[in-house]
């Protein structure tokens, strides 16, 4: 069984291209809306990535990666900001959370791909 990647984005169409990428190459994609959302699905589940947008409804991916990165089961493992926000402030407050990486949108699936394997090895 391939490792399962969560992706949490408000955009259906980003959420489907992400999944549809990821499951192309043999990865399981569990999908969240929003990062209450994220937080709800991933208990419980064996995740080895997380890829979230920034600017989300309800909980937004800074928020989100502060809650990951405060359970012990979540604090090493990698999460990638998707988004379009490409300001260095943004990215200082994303890396200061604890993101790993950072994509900015529109991404080709082929540079999703190799971060994702730079990331997971």
Do not use: C
């Not at 169409?13 to 192309?24: A, D, G, P």
């Amino acid at each position: 069984m391939g490792k399962t990647i969560m992706t949490v984005d408000d955009s259906a169409s980003i959420r489907q291209m992400v999944s549809f990428t990821l499951r192309e190459v043999g990865y399981n994609v569990l999908e969240a809306v929003d990062g209450k959302d994220a937080l709800a699905k991933i208990r419980g589940a064996t995740v080895s990535m997380v890829i979230t947008d920034l600017n989300m409804p309800n909980m937004d991916g800074i928020e989100l990666i502060r809650n990951l990165r405060a359970n012990s089961a979540y604090k090493f493992i990698p999460i990638i900001m998707l988004t379009t926000e490409s300001q260095g402030n943004k990215k200082q407050e994303g890396k200061a959370a604890g993101a790993t990486g950072w994509i900015v949108k529109p991404f080709k699936p082929d540079q999703l791909l190799s971060v994702v394997k730079k990331v997971l090895g």
